[in-house]
């Protein structure tokens, strides 16, 4: 029975039962909420008296131009985490450097040799669509921090040296390294899916409560789908083997000899969601 269950009873009883998690616990509370502030943003960001549309005049690491909604919603999720006191180093999509402690301060690591995790996030994945409606995301991943790392306060990033490079790794690990990873989904409703590693854990947003709250407690991935979510406006990069692939799926020639419809969003968080 999940009736009721809210994310911060969930989190709790997780706690209760796997005690050397019990520091997610902090972390979850703050993007928790974080998702609900920035879905308030992204639902009230069309209103005529909105001071965040448009963009920010910055490039960021992907060479994407910054929406106002991205450094917006980057600061908010960034400075959630950080008072957490749970994190070694944090890494946005929206930095170029795994950086940024407060609004004034140079640019420096948040690196504090007792503290565990690492996260990594995108805070506004498919901000583009915005204007036109269309469900926007936030992606999440937690890593184990890398105790032994020790980056000096002062330090600004111009310089690296070897030690240095190997704490900074602590944000390229591959996902098989992954304690727990998340998104947020804001659209029809607000949406927070999360794993920690064992099962996959659905929560909707209930407005009048301010709660997320279990509604889908075991997702898993069917089996057997009718629907391929590519770009395929990039088809002609592609090399052969994938473009081959892709149209069996499109014209039923493939070797299940069933045919494909295609669903493109161009959010991933919308698009694996639905997918």
Known sequence: ETTGV??????????????????????????????????????????????????QGAVNVQGEDQKKLDVITNDLLKRALRFTGRLGVLASEEEDTPVALSEGESATLIMDETQRYVAVFDPLDGSSNVDAGIPTGTIIGIYDHDEM??????????????????????????????????????????????????????????????????????????????????????????????????KGWRNGTGRSGKRFSSRYIGSMVGDVHRT
């Open 149 to 246: 790392c020790e980056i000096p306060s002062d330090f600004a990033g111009e310089v690296l040296d070897e030690e240095m490079a190997k704490c900074l790794t602590n944000t390229l690990q591959p996902g098989t390294n992954l304690v727990a990873a998340a998104y947020c989904l804001y659209s029809s409703s607000t949406f927070f899916v999360l794993t920690l590693g064992n099962g996959v854990y659905m929560f909707t947003l209930d407005e009048q409560l301010g709660e997320f709250v279990l509604s889908k407690p075991h997702v898993k991935i069917p089996e057997v789908s009718s629907i391929i979510s590519m770009n395929e406006a990039n088809i002609d990069m592609w090399d052969e083997p994938l473009k081959n692939v892709v």
């Open 6 to 55: 809210t994310l911060k009873r969930f989190m709790t009883e997780v706690a209760m039962l796997n005690p050397e998690l019990q520091e997610l616990t902090a972390l979850f509370g703050a993007i928790d909420t974080s998702c609900k502030a920035i879905a308030n943003v992204v639902k009230r960001s069309q209103l005529p008296s909105s001071s965040v549309l448009g963009y």
